[in-house]
């Protein structure tokens, strides 16, 4: 089990431009996370989603910034027309269904964002 | 809503003392999970300690154990023979019974000195 893996590492985009960043939750963990955090802030909540399906999006910037969990392949954050202001270190964590009892989340090292 | 607080930004130990890390919480909710987890600068967050509500005694795993007190909404991390490798941030996070999300403090730089 690779655990969650998220690419890239490191993103480098000019404003205006678009990022993506991706997310390939733990096998069998139906529920993928995405959460944001900026310089010497802790995490902070942006969107909930289980297989094509966004459950809850409340943490999540009403412009520019969208989430999906397509039925095949990996969670994809997407962020149109970056701003200064998006440069943070993105943090995606999946869960196995509640069903299981397990409440641990499982997180990726994250991808960097940095806007120039 | 939940919140949680971590009043420590910055604490320091020496190589096999003990320390404690502080994390209050305020909830209406009565059943719910706590966690202690550990980033260290590969930037992984890494899963230190989980605690459920419902349960009385506290959680312990190896070197860490937590003191847990319920009516206080206080959750805090005890390191014990700290280790260089303890040399992190520790994010105290808060989970609904039923939630959604994970609700974090803003963390504590600890740093082990040898």
């Known amino acids: 089990n690779a655990g969650v893996m998220q690419n890239p590492r490191h993103l480098v985009r000019r404003r205006g431009q678009e990022a993506r960043l991706r997310c390939s939750p733990m096998k069998g963990h139906s529920h993928v996370y995405w959460y944001r955090q900026l310089p010497e802030e802790g995490l902070k909540f942006m969107v909930y989603?289980?297989?094509?399906?966004?459950?809850?999006e409340s943490g999540m910037p009403k412009e520019r910034f969208s989430a999906e969990f397509p039925k095949e392949g990996p969670s994809i954050l997407r962020i149109q027309q970056v701003v200064r202001g998006d440069s943070a270190a993105y943090f995606c964590?999946?869960?196995?269904?509640?069903?299981?009892?397990?409440?641990?989340?499982?997180f990726g090292q994250g991808t960097r964002l940095t806007v120039v | 809503a939940q919140t949680v607080t971590q009043s420590q930004p910055e604490m320091s130990v020496q190589e096999a003392e003990t320390v404690t890390l502080s994390c209050t919480y305020d909830?209406?909710?009565?059943?719910?999970?706590l966690f202690w987890y550990k980033q260290p600068p590969s930037r992984q967050m890494i899963l230190v300690i989980r605690q459920e509500a419902y349960k009385q005694q506290n959680a312990t795993e190896n070197r860490f154990s937590v003191n847990f007190q319920k009516a206080a909404k206080s959750f805090s991390l005890k390191i014990s023979d700290s280790q260089l490798g303890d040399t992190a941030m520790y994010f105290c996070?808060?989970?609904?019974?039923?939630?959604?999300?994970?609700?974090f403090g803003t963390g504590t730089s600890l740093t082990v000195i040898p």
């Open positions: 909830t209406s909710e009565s059943n719910y999970y």
């Open positions: 989603l289980q297989k094509e399906n966004i459950i809850d």
């Open positions: 996070a808060f989970l609904k019974h039923t939630g959604n999300q994970f609700y």
């Open positions: 964590a999946s869960q196995p269904p509640f069903e299981t009892g397990n409440t641990e989340a499982f």
